[in-house]
């Protein structure tokens, strides 16, 4: 992305984050949403926090999403409850929950599947 920026005087104008083990994934509903106007995530698989499966949205609302990698060690700092669940999508509801990140919409109708050999070990041949 960075090095689009660089090149081209346009930046997308939508920006899609998938996770590499999600199986079948099709494209949103996208007549539905104005993704210039913060981040949008399908409702469901929230685990106590926000899903991490899909999310879209512009540029730089999506920068602002990805960022969560860069903030992680100060994020697992200040989980000191005992009683909360540290998983991704409670550290996603809390990173999208800083001051100043884009709003959040959620939209409905969209299902997505995990690869069951996710967790399995990648063996050579």
């Known amino acids: 992305v960075k090095e689009y920026e660089l090149n081209n005087p346009a930046p997308y104008k939508w920006v899609f984050k998938f996770r590499s083990d999600i199986i079948g994934a099709c494209l949103p509903p996208l007549l539905c949403m104005d993704l210039s106007k ?3 995530i399908p409702a469901g698989y929230d ?8 999310a879209m949205g ?3 609302s ?6 969560l990698l ?4 100060c ?3 200040s ?16 990173h999208l929950q800083q001051p100043g990140m884009p709003q959040l919409h959620r939209f409905t109708g969209y299902d997505t599947a995990l690869d069951n050999n996710r967790h399995k070990e990648v063996m050579d041949i």
């Open 38 to 40: 913060g981040i949008y």
């Open 47 to 54: 685990y106590e926090g926000v899903s991490d499966r899909v």
């Open 58 to 60: 512009d540029m730089e």
């Open 62 to 67: 999506m920068k602002m999403y990805c960022s």
């Open 70 to 73: 860069s903030r992680l060690d």
């Open 75 to 77: 994020y697992i700092n």
């Open 79 to 94: 989980f000191s409850t005992p009683t909360l669940r540290l998983h991704p999508e409670t550290l996603l509801l809390h």
